[in-house]
């Protein structure tokens, strides 16, 4: 059974450093996905990554894709308050996503 | 364009009741995934249907059962209701079968008393 790991599970932020949020997936995968989630909404895709080596980014976030490794990192540059919410990483494997635990970021001044 | 959409948005049952939760795709899709996400349990999936078919189902008891019609529109049941069964349930759909990426709706809330 393919397990995903998210580490940290909570991560308080300083409005402009730069913070990592690492997902660890045990088996051979198609695909990998980032999404955020804010109190009591739906989840929101972020970004896809399809390949070895595959680089995303949009705004203050960056993920990259380790397929060897099976990690995957989502970058955060220069946190602003905006970016508070719940961050899950998703593994597709036979046409279904297994989820991280997810990681509650919270941006203080 | 819409994106998915889900209905009702809260739900409270009581135990040993049965709920039905329905999801309409965005207009295209005709794949639908269910997920569960309880507390303290994350997002698990619980079942995929594609072109009328149950093509995949998670480690869930077949009290948990649904169907997808065939405007692609999908319904959920849970039977028996337990009060663990109290979560947020998700649906998604995606363009078909294959590796394509899944649009999440809203969710429907269900609260077993």
């Known amino acids: 059974e393919l397990k995903v790991e998210q580490n940290p599970l909570f991560l308080s932020m300083q409005e402009g450093k730069n913070y990592t949020i690492y997902c660890n997936y045990s088996?051979?995968?198609?695909?990998l996905y980032w999404y955020r989630q804010d109190p009591g909404k739906s989840l929101e895709s972020l970004f896809v990554?399809?390949?070895?080596?595959a680089v995303k980014q949009e705004g203050r976030l960056m993920a990259s894709l380790d397929t060897k490794a099976r990690l995957s990192t989502l970058h955060i540059t220069a946190a602003v308050h905006d970016l508070s919410a719940t961050y899950f990483c998703a593994v597709e494997s036979d046409y279904k996503l297994s989820f991280g635990a997810g990681t509650t970021v919270t941006v203080r001044a | 364009e819409a994106g998915v959409t889900q209905s009702p948005t809260h739900l409270i049952k009581t135990r040993g009741q049965q709920a039905t939760l329905r999801c309409s795709p965005i207009?295209?899709?005709?794949?639908v995934y269910w997920y569960q996400q309880a507390l303290g349990l994350g997002l698990q999936f619980l079942l995929w249907?594609?072109?009328?078919?149950?093509?995949n189902r998670g480690n869930f008891p077949p009290r948990f059962s649904g169907r997808q019609f065939p405007n692609y529109s999908s319904e959920l049941n849970v039977n028996a209701l337990e009060l663990e069964d109290s979560a947020l349930y998700l649906c998604?759909?995606?363009?078909?079968?294959?590796?394509?990426?899944?649009?999440f709706g809203p969710g429907t809330r269900l609260l077993v008393l």
């Open positions: 249907y594609d072109e009328g078919e149950e093509r």
């Open positions: 088996t051979t995968s198609d695909r």
């Open positions: 990554l399809l390949s070895n080596g």
């Open positions: 998604a759909s995606s363009l078909g079968q294959g590796l394509e990426t899944q649009y």
């Open positions: 207009s295209g899709h005709t794949s």
